[in-house]
């Protein structure tokens, strides 16, 4: 048996007010915050290569900052899984065994935090580097994916408020940094196959 953290003892109730809202609404909104709790990732996707699209045509010093929000996003999920294995939290339906709008994970797939929010956060952050239109609506996105996975049920809140911060902290460590010294890098691999990937033809 796997020793776990029970998170309803932080907003448990909160959690469950939110799971049984989800229960009496009407099915269509249900449905709509399902496919967007489910494929809504991959938004930030798009968003992320019409950044990069648009860089590409300004130079390769933005191109190459709008390639880091794909890579920082990879090492927020990186981190926020690694913290999950850390903090073992149990997820909400199976420490409450309330139904929710989304099937129940087997034991064993930990809940806080939201690797949803925190792959959302990290590219929201990333974008406001890139564009500060994209960043704006992608921050828009990550919060409304942050609270669709407490209403599937996936998620406490405390979850997705700590995935949020995991994100957003990541992005805002790294993309500075990339934003600082891109010109030697953009002017090296400028030089070698990867130019399309910088410099719009």
């Known amino acids: 048996m796997m020793l776990a953290f029970d998170g309803a003892v932080v907003d448990g109730s909160a959690y469950s007010d939110v799971v049984s809202l989800a229960r009496r609404s009407p099915a269509w909104l249900d449905s709509l915050v399902s496919a967007w709790s489910t494929y809504g990732l991959a938004v930030f996707a798009v968003l992320m290569v019409v950044g990069w699209w648009r860089a590409r045509h300004v130079d390769a010093r933005a191109a190459l900052i709008a390639l880091a929000a794909p890579v920082t996003v990879v090492v927020a999920y990186a981190m926020n899984d690694a913290l999950k294995l850390v903090v073992r939290e149990d997820r909400p339906c199976q420490s409450l065994r309330v139904v929710t709008l989304e099937a129940c994970p087997a034991p064993g797939d930990w809940s806080f935090p939201s690797n949803h929010a925190a792959i959302a956060a990290a590219a929201a952050v990333a974008l406001l580097f890139v564009s500060r239109r994209l960043g704006t609506a ?43 010294r891109p010109d030697a890098l953009a002017r090296r691999l400028t030089a070698t196959r990867l130019r399309p990937l910088l410099v719009a033809p």
């Not at 049920?153 to 940094?177: I, N, R, T």
């Open 138 to 180: 992608a921050v828009v996105a990550a919060c409304v994916m942050a609270a669709s996975r407490v209403w599937v049920g996936a998620h406490y809140p405390h979850d997705v408020v700590a995935g949020l911060a995991v994100g957003a902290l990541v992005a805002l460590l790294l993309m500075p940094a990339v934003r600082r």
